[in-house]
């Protein structure tokens, strides 16, 4: 009896060790550049992350604040949180981003129950008359922008430049496919091309075809190792944003 009492006691405490194992903590801070034209590029946003990740339990907090240079123009200033779980890729569960945007505070909260959103709140609330419509089987599937860009960190989230990401920002639905067709490896670095395309929740008369791609984006890796992630970038036929990790 004795020895058996003592064979769960330290049954009990080899469990408790791997159970209550160190989380991995990863900080990442990125610059994000704008490009005019021909125009240099300059920079004008910084990102600060922090990826907490326990068993199969993650936590990822970010930050988002404009440069001076660009804050006469449109201060964006915010603080967000996305609690989710990694099952094939990193899929939220609770997402809260609190920003201000031209001295205007907003709130976006999005609460995820399986495949579908069980729970959506937004302040101020958008007025539903003057978008394009979405659709409830639109939002099936769907993840934060905020857990798209974490995912696009790594180089196997996007399947070998395969994926389509559904993305839903609590008023805006959109697309983000990548094809294999647009894969370049060129330098040691490969390049994973994709197209957005916009799907409801924009102003009406703000695109002429809501359903036609628009823009495209492109995310560079190091074609060796891991495949680290290198770069970002997207169009939208004006200005080109580059998204570089700050080592």
């Known amino acids: 009896m004795l020895l058996t009492r003592c064979i769960f006691i330290i049954f009990s405490l080899i469990i408790s060790t791997f159970t209550l194992a160190d989380p991995f903590i ?27 990740i326990q068993d199969n339990n993650y936590e990822y907090k970010f930050s988002i604040r404009t440069n001076n240079i660009v804050d006469f123009i449109n201060k964006v200033n915010g603080d967000g949180s996305i609690i989710g779980i990694i099952d094939e890729f990193y899929k939220p569960l609770h997402y809260k981003y609190t920003y201000t945007r031209k001295e205007k505070e907003k709130f976006v909260e999005i609460k995820y129950n399986d495949s579908s959103i069980s729970e959506l709140n937004l302040i101020p609330e958008p007025d539903k008359n003057k978008l394009t419509k979405i659709g409830d089987n639109m939002l099936i599937n769907t993840i934060d922008p905020s857990s798209f860009f974490l995912n696009i960190l790594n180089y196997e989230n996007i399947n070998n430049c395969e994926k389509t990401f559904r993305v839903f920002d609590g008023k805006r639905r959109y697309d983000v496919k990548f094809t294999k067709e647009d894969k370049i490896i060129s330098d040691n670095l490969i390049y994973c091309k994709a197209n957005q395309i916009k799907l409801g929740g924009y102003k009406i008369g703000e695109d002429e075809d809501v359903f036609a791609s628009s823009d495209y984006i492109k995310v560079i890796y190091n074609d060796y190792g891991e495949k680290e992630f290198y770069g970002y970038e997207a169009n939208n036929g004006a200005i080109t944003l580059f998204i570089n990790e700050v080592k």
Not at 27 to 37: C, D, P, T
Not at 38 to 44: A, N, T
Request: charge should be negative.
């Open 26 to 52: 990863e900080e990442r801070n990125f610059v994000v550049e704008a490009k005019l034209s021909i125009l240099p590029k300059i920079p004008v946003m910084s990102i600060n992350t922090v990826l907490e």
